[in-house]
């Protein structure tokens, strides 16, 4: 069990750092609301120097050493055995870098939005900073009854950020949002007090600590562990989102703002797959091998639904929704095919996904910035006025596809590599998810940037059909390239798409240690090992 006491490496001090270090930017940030200028460098400063400390994090990790590393603790309710405790595998450490990245180019993103009235730039980078620290609190935390309490309190300045900074129905998607999460954590919460029952009629005392918990519940009887399966997959897979529970996605994507649908789409429902390799597969694994084939059709229902609505949708906000859902089936799939390559690969995959589709809606938003507008029918030949924006639309919406030399297409092909031998008709069927992200990525792509200039967003900004100017002349005039800003807060997604397409092995290196060991807790079959040498597991430590 976890020492209740324990605070003392190097390592220790820095996970702390990790997770104060933004909230007491947010209680900052919120002092000077006032000043929206100052406001905004602070919050800036606190963001880079957070991702500064989760470099020096990832440097420090020891892929070779304990899963579970730089960790503390300390009694919280001792009564009921429960603890602060904290630690990261390379799993989350992976997924808090991505956070520390994603930050403070959402908040440069966002430098000169305007903003609903009445409402501030300070409070607004105070709820991103707010959410950012109990985000990395999700992650890093090895208490299950911690886990659960930052699970549903996470959704509070994500309800604000949604209600408050968002479109006309801002308040219908943030109450959707909320209610559709903090159900499905309250269904967690029965499972939750189910182990922490069963942890207490084993040992003689209940104890939330996930490394005893993955011990306890891993031999409870199937039925047992089916029904508290349950509990935890329903609400990862509203987080994640799965089909059916997808539906608060697209209305939350859709009237967010733009940096706030970033963090919404490439962190939070990270959440929900990190759920199912941090809890569900170590903690039930009987229950998980029963029950993957109804999770391997939700993640195919969900590849395919989401690339066919993707396909067909008007609006670019919602487009980028319903494109995430079809890549979280991959995710899913890799996870619930039980090999090490595809477990691998969906890992990756949250990763890079969140690198793509989060300089895609940065993208998009810069579109919309320009143009007022969401709809995909008011652009069109807008490469012609913005040839920097329409060349790095270009690149975010081929690594969304997963075209090789992008970082992507490493994780979609460790993915269904890894996932065919244990999964084959599903993998097969979900490949078909590939050729409509081809259709729709391009078809978005042709209708806003290529052609004729078109559409009210761009004819409008040129003065209108009835003027002496002619269109394209006057819609440059009005509708100007990226700036020196925007170029900076996309370059280093730029950079990371190239790089990670070409030499991965940073990302794997860290992340193929934790999941081995989840393989191994999970006393899951291997199936490259098991042909390479007859073994019928994985070699655990």
Not at 380 to 389: R, S
Not at 397 to 408: A, E, I, Q, Y
Request: net charge neutral; aromatic share 12%; proline share 5%.
């Amino acid at each position: 069990m976890t020492n209740p006491t324990s605070v003392s490496s190097a390592g220790s001090w820095l996970l702390a750092a990790l997770l104060l270090l933004p909230l007491l930017g947010a209680v900052v940030v919120v002092a000077l609301r006032g000043n929206d200028g100052t406001a905004k460098a602070a919050a800036l400063g606190f963001s880079v120097v957070e991702f500064v400390l989760g470099l020096v994090a990832w440097f420090r990790f020891e892929p070779s050493g304990a899963r579970l590393q730089q960790s503390f603790s300390f009694d919280w309710i001792p009564s009921f055995g429960v603890h602060i405790s904290f630690a990261v595998d390379g799993i989350a450490l992976v997924m808090i870098a991505v956070i520390g990245l994603l930050v403070p180019l959402v908040i440069g993103a966002g430098w000169a939005d305007k903003l609903p009235e009445g409402r501030s730039k300070g409070g607004f980078f105070a709820l991103i900073l707010l959410e950012q620290a109990l985000t990395v609190g999700v992650f890093a935390a090895t208490d299950v009854f911690l886990f659960y309490v930052l699970f549903e309190i996470m959704l509070i300045p994500m309800y604000f950020l949604i209600g408050s900074y968002g479109g006309q129905r801002r308040q219908y998607a943030a109450v959707k949002f909320f209610l559709y999460s903090f159900l499905g954590g309250l269904i967690m919460l029965a499972s939750v007090i189910g182990c922490y029952v069963m942890a207490g009629n084993e040992l003689g005392k209940g104890t939330f600590d996930w490394a005893t918990l993955v011990q306890v519940v891993h031999d409870a009887p199937l039925s047992t562990q089916i029904w508290l399966f349950f509990g935890f997959f329903i609400a990862f897979a509203v987080k994640a989102p799965l089909v059916p529970l997808h539906t608060w996605l697209p209305d939350a994507t859709a009237e967010a703002p733009i940096g706030v649908a970033v963090l919404l789409v490439g962190i939070l429902d990270k959440v929900g797959t990190f759920g199912f390799l941090r809890y569900l597969l170590p903690m039930f694994p009987d229950a998980s091998r029963k029950l993957a084939p109804l999770v391997l059709v939700l993640a195919v229902a969900g590849i395919i639904y989401g690339a066919m609505l993707a396909t067909g949708q008007r609006d670019m906000k919602r487009f980028l929704a319903y494109v995430s859902i079809a890549h979280f089936g991959f995710i899913a799939l890799g996870i619930f095919a039980f090999s090490s390559q595809s477990l691998t690969g969906s890992v990756t995959y949250m990763v890079n996904h969140s690198i793509a589709t989060g300089m895609l809606i940065l993208v998009v938003g810069m579109v919309i910035a320009r143009g007022g507008s969401t709809r995909v029918a008011d652009y069109g030949g807008m490469a012609k006025l913005t040839p920097v924006l329409a060349a790095l639309f270009l690149i975010a919406g081929l690594s969304s596809l997963s075209l090789p030399g992008t970082s992507s297409f490493v994780s979609e092909f460790l993915v269904l590599v890894g996932s065919f031998p244990n999964a084959p008709v599903y993998t097969i069927i979900g490949t078909v998810g590939m050729i409509f992200a081809a259709l729709y990525v391009l078809w978005l792509y042709q209708r806003v940037m290529q052609g004729p200039l078109r559409g009210n967003a761009l004819v409008g900004a040129a003065g209108g059909p009835g003027t002496m100017v002619d269109p394209e002349v006057g819609a440059k005039r009005a509708i100007g390239d990226l700036s020196g800003r925007e170029k900076l807060v996309l370059a280093p997604l730029v950079l990371l798409i190239v790089g990670l397409g070409i030499f991965p092995k940073p990302v794997l290196d860290i992340v193929t240690p934790a999941v081995n060991a989840t393989m191994c807790q999970a006393a899951l079959v291997d199936p490259v090992q098991a042909v390479q040498s007859g073994e019928r597991q994985l070699q655990c430590r």
